[in-house]
C-alpha cells in the first residue's frame, strides 16, 4: 500500500516543478517543495532535496524560459 502513495508524491512533487513560476523567488520556491516532497517520499534528506529542487529549478527556468508553465 505505502508503494501507490510514494507514486502520487512524486509525481506530484514532479508536476509542482513543472509549474516554474514567474519570477526567480516563485522558481525557488516550487523547485524546493519538489526537492523536498521527493526527498520525503524516498526517505532522502530533505533540506539537501529542498536546495537541490530550488537550485534546479531555476537553472532551468532560466535557461529555457519559454519551456516552463507560468
Do not use: H, W
Not at 33 to 45: F, H, I, Q
Amino acid at each position: 500500500m505505502r508503494r501507490p502513495i510514494q507514486s502520487l508524491f512524486v509525481l506530484s512533487a514532479i508536476g509542482t516543478l513543472a509549474a516554474c513560476g514567474g519570477t526567480a523567488p516563485e522558481q525557488a520556491l516550487f523547485g524546493a517543495g519538489a526537492g523536498a516532497g521527493t526527498a520525503a517520499v524516498l526517505d532522502g534528506n530533505i533540506l539537501a532535496g529542498a536546495v537541490v529542487g530550488a537550485a534546479g529549478n531555476v537553472a532551468y527556468c532560466q535557461t529555457f524560459p519559454d519551456r516552463c508553465l507560468k
